[in-house]
C-alpha cells in the first residue's frame, strides 16, 4: 500500500514537475560560428553543405562590428557571449583553447576578460541559459567562449565534433569551426592585410570549413534549429558576413532585425537574444541586441545574388571613403586658392561664383545618387563618383538658371532648399539614400545603420538655417520682422525633431547641437545679441530636447526603442560610462583628420579674412553680402555654431564642421560676388548684431 501511495505522489510530481532531462527532450538549438565565412564564399559545387543548409534557411549578412571597425573571431565570440559590443583590447585572433574540467572545460583568463571595460559581461548567454535549468554543450574553443558563464565554465565540451558523443543532452549548442580563419593567422594574430590568402588557398580553406558544418549537421538531432554566424573578418578590410537561420518556419527569407530596421542586415549582439529566444529562454536586460527577423521572401539564387551584392557595395564605398574626402579636399582647397587670386585683381568672378554652388552641391550629391541602382552596374564605383558629378553640377545648372537668378540670394537659397529637402526626404523614407554612401555610412563598418549619421546632420543644419536666413531677409526688408523670427525657429524646430525623433533621424549629439544653431539664428534675426551666458543655456536646452526623446524612446517596447532609449537604460543600469568614453576617444582620433581639417582650416580662413581684410582678400564681397543681405549673416553664424557644437558632442569630430564649411563658406561667396553695394546706408532694420 505504502509502494502504491509512493507511486502515485511521485507520478503526480512527474507531471507538475517534471525533472531536468525530461526538458532536454525538446531539440537543441545550435549556434554554428564560422568566422571569416563571405557569401561569395557559398555556393552548390564547392560547399554542398552550406548551400544545403542555405536552402533549409532564412538567410541575411551580418555585420560583425564589435569595438572596432575590425573584429577577430575572438572579439566576435566575445561579443556573442557578453550580448554587447565587446573585445580583448589588442590586436587578436583565435580564442584560447578550453581547460578540461571532466567532461566540461572552462576558458582560461576569463576573470581578466571580465575586468577589461569591454569584456564586462562576458558569460551572459552561458549564464541565462543556466538560470533557465538547462546545460550547456561547446565544441571548439570559441564555442566555449560564447557560452561561458560567468565563471567561465561550460557544461560538456569537445575540442571538435567528432569528438561529441551526445549532441542532444542540452538545450544549447554551440560549434566553433574555425578552419577557414585559421590559414590566415600570424603569430596567433589575424595580419593587417586585406586578404593573406590567394584564390585557391582560400578556397581549400573555405572547402575545409564546409567539409566541419557538414560533420556537425549530419550528428544534430532531428528537428534542431541551427543559426549559423560568419563572427568575424579575416583581416584589415571589414565585411558582411554569412548569417542563416534554419528552423521549422524558415521559408528562404531574408533575415534583418529591429537593431538595423534594414531587411537583410543583423548585428553580431543579435546573435544572442537570437539563440536565447530561439531557446525559449529569457533574454538578460543588459543584452543589447534583438533576435533576427525574417522578411522578404525570394528564391535562394536571388537571395544569395542580393546579399552578396549588399557586400560588395557596402566594401566599395568604404574603400573608395579615404580617396574621396582626400580628392573633395584638395579640390576645395585649391578652389580657395584660386578665388583668393581671381577676387584679388577685380577679375570677373562669375565662374568663381558658380564652381562654389557646385562644391556646396557635392556633399548632398553623394546621397542623391543612391536613387540609381548604380550597385547592379559594371563598374560600380565609377557609376558612384560619375553620378555625384553629375548631380552636382544638375544641382548648379538649375540653381544658376532659373527665374531667382536674378537675385544674389536666389542660387544659393536653391542650393541649400535641395539640401535641405533632399535630407529630409531621406529621413521620412527610411534613410535608404545615406546608406552605403560616399558621406553617410554602410554596414560593413557598423557605425550606424539607419537613421541620420554625422556629415548628414552637419548638411540638414547648414541647409535649413541658410534656406530660413535666405527666406528670413525677405521678410525683415518687407518689415515683418517678427515673421522671419517665427519662419526661422518654425523650420529649425521641425528640422531638429526629424532629426532627433526615435525611428527617423535617431540622432542623439545632433540635437545637442541644432538646438543653439536655431537659437543664435532666431536671436540674430531678431536683432538681438547672443552672449556667452545665453550660448550655454541654448547648449543645455538641447541636451534637455535630447534627453526628452530619449526618455519617450525608452518608455516604448524593448523591440520598439532605438540606441536612445537604449541609452537611457544603460544611464539606469550604471552601464553607460564605457560607451561615453568610446565615443569620446573616436572624436579625439577624427579631431585632426588629415582629409577634413584642410576644409575647416581654409574655408574659415577665407572667411576670415574675406571680412577682417576685405580688400585684399575678396574684394569685399564677403563684407558685400552681409551688407545686401544682413540675415544671410545669422544664417551663416547659426550653422557654425551648430557645426562647431556638433564637432564637440558626435564621434565624427572634425566631419561635421567641415561640411557646414563646405556648404556654407561657398553660398555665402555667391551671394557676395553677385550682390552690388547698396547705394545708401542699411536702415535699421537690417543690421544684425552678430557679436557672440
Known sequence: MRWAYFLLVA???????????????????????????????????????????????????????????????????????????????QRCGLPPEPERTGEGARVPGFDGLRARRDGTYA???????????HCTTAVGPGAALALADADGKVDVYAPEPAALADWSRCRVLAVDVDELIRPYLAGGHLPAVPDALGPERRREAVRAADAEVGAALAK??????????????HGSV?????????????????????????GDIVIITDTTPTVLTAAGIPVPPTVIGLPWQAGERLPLEEAVAELRRADMMGTGIRNTTGLFFTGFAVITVSFYAIAYYVLSRRRNAGAVGVVALGLAAVPVSTYAVNVFPWGHGPYPIALVITGVVAIASAITAFAVLGPWRRGP?????????????????????????????????????????YGLANIPFALLATSVLMTAAV??????????????????????????????WPGIGSDFGGVIAFVPGIAVTALLVAGKRVSVLKFVGFCALGGVTVSALAVLDYLR?????????????MVLEGTFMPMILRKLGAMLNTMLSPNLMPIVITGLAFLIFAIMRPGKISAGVVPQAFERAP??????????????????????????????VAVAVPLVLYAGIHSEPLAEPASEEAPVAAKI
Open 11 to 89: 507520478s503526480a510530481l512527474w507531471w507538475i514537475a517534471p525533472p531536468a532531462h525530461a526538458a532536454q527532450e525538446e531539440p537543441p538549438v545550435a549556434l554554428i560560428g564560422v568566422p571569416g565565412l563571405l557569401w561569395d564564399d557559398v555556393d552548390p559545387h564547392a560547399t554542398p553543405n552550406l548551400w544545403r543548409l542555405a536552402g533549409e534557411s532564412d538567410l541575411g549578412s551580418v555585420s560583425v562590428k564589435t569595438v572596432g571597425t575590425l573584429a577577430c573571431p575572438f572579439d566576435g565570440w566575445l561579443s556573442v557571449s557578453a550580448g554587447v559590443r565587446s573585445a580583448v583590447g
Open 123 to 133: 558569460g551572459t548567454l552561458g549564464a541565462a541559459v543556466h538560470a533557465a535549468g
Open 220 to 233: 544534430l538531432p532531428a528537428g534542431a534549429q541551427v543559426v549559423l554566424s560568419g563572427i568575424g573578418d
Open 238 to 262: 571589414p565585411h558582411l558576413r554569412v548569417a542563416m537561420w534554419k528552423r521549422a518556419e524558415a521559408s528562404g527569407a531574408l533575415l534583418g532585425t529591429a537593431s538595423t530596421r534594414r
Open 409 to 449: 540670394l536666389g542660387p544659393p537659397g536653391v542650393v541649400a532648399a535641395i539640401i535641405g529637402i533632399v535630407m529630409v526626404a531621406d529621413l521620412l523614407t527610411g534613410t535608404n539614400l545615406q546608406f552605403n554612401s560616399l558621406m553617410g555610412y554602410t554596414a560593413v563598418v557598423g557605425g550606424r545603420y
Open 471 to 500: 527666406a528670413a531677409d525677405h521678410l525683415v526688408r518687407a518689415g515683418r520682422r517678427r515673421a522671419a523670427v517665427a519662419l526661422v525657429s518654425t523650420l529649425g524646430v521641425a528640422a531638429m525633431l526629424l532629426a532627433g
Open 557 to 569: 517596447p524593448a523591440p520598439s526603442q532605438t540606441h536612445l532609449g537604449r541609452f537611457v537604460g
Open 631 to 660: 540675415m544671410l549673416k545669422a544664417g551663416l553664424i547659426g550653422a557654425l555654431v551648430s557645426g562647431v557644437v556638433g564637432m564637440l558632442v558626435n564621434d565624427s569630430g572634425t566631419a561635421v564642421l567641415s561640411m557646414v
